[in-house]
T-cell receptor, first 116, second 113 residues
Framework: AQKITQTQPGMFVQEKEAVTLDCTYDTSDPSYGLFWYKQPSSGEMIFLIYQGSYDQQNATEGRYSLNFQKARKSANLVISASQLGDSAMYFCAMREVVYGNNRLAFGKGNQVVVIP | DVKVTQSSRYLVKRTGEKVFLECVQDMDHENMFWYRQDPGLGLRLIYFSYDVKMKEKGDIPEGYSVSREKKERFSLILESASTNQTSMYLC????????????FGDGTRLSIL
């Protein structure tokens, strides 16, 4: 069963506007973590932001913030004041523990294109 | 800054060849990972290692093996390359600490002809 779901089709966003990328997850473990990564066309995966399941506040990191709704099992990424350099694929990932080892389960990604 | 270095950015090999992909990290991370990335499928975990000489199968280990003789180096081996192994391969490393992100290399785009 898919653990991380990212279903939005490719998105176009106007420069300087905000964009929200949806991510829902499935786990029965009360302790988990959620990560967002950015992958520009050059291919490298860049870590953006992390939210722990026990964190009381939504994570923020510069222009990135996480809208964490635990009861709905969603962890949406909000990018404020979009820039041309934000054009990329964005992946949501969840930390899971398998036989005592931490690993990440990734969603299939959201494509974002920022237009001037 | 964390540095994860993959030996090749682009690689072209022939069907049946034995292929080695190398990954080196400089942050003394315990955990290392190999993923492949295909359009529409996201990242899929092939193998990971949480210590020297230790390895665990990921979700798609068939046709691959790995080696971790030193903490900083994690090698992915395609025993007998096949065309369906044409893909982008990404290496990552992390501390074995909850909440610590995985840091990725730039990827190797491997083509099997």
């Amino acid at each position: 069963a898919q653990k991380i779901t990212q279903t939005q089709p490719g998105m176009f966003v106007q420069e300087k506007e905000a964009v929200t990328l949806d991510c829902t997850y499935d786990t029965s473990d009360p302790s988990y973590g959620l990560f967002w990564y950015k992958q520009p066309s050059s291919g490298e995966m860049i870590f953006l932001i992390y939210q722990g399941s026990y964190d009381q506040q939504n994570a923020t990191e510069g222009r990135y913030s996480l809208n964490f709704q635990k009861a709905r099992k969603s962890a949406n990424l909000v990018i404020s004041a979009s820039q041309l350099g934000d054009s990329a694929m964005y992946f949501c990932a969840m930390r899971e523990v398998v036989y005592g080892n931490n690993r990440l389960a990734f969603g299939k990604g959201n494509q974002v294109v920022v237009i001037p | 800054d964390v540095k994860v270095t993959q030996s090749s950015r682009y690689l072209v090999k022939r069907t049946g060849e034995k292929v080695f992909l190398e990954c080196v990290q400089d942050m003394d991370h315990e955990n290392m990972f190999w993923y492949r990335q295909d359009p529409g499928l996201g990242l899929r975990l092939i193998y990971f290692s949480y210590d020297v000489k230790m390895k665990e199968k990921g979700d798609i280990p068939e046709g691959y093996s790995v080696s971790r003789e030193k903490k900083e180096r994690f090698s992915l081996i395609l025993e007998s390359a096949s065309t369906n192994q044409t893909s982008m391969y990404l290496c990552a490393s992390s501390f074995a600490v909850r909440g610590h992100p995985q840091h990725f290399g730039d990827g190797t785009r491997l083509s099997i002809l």
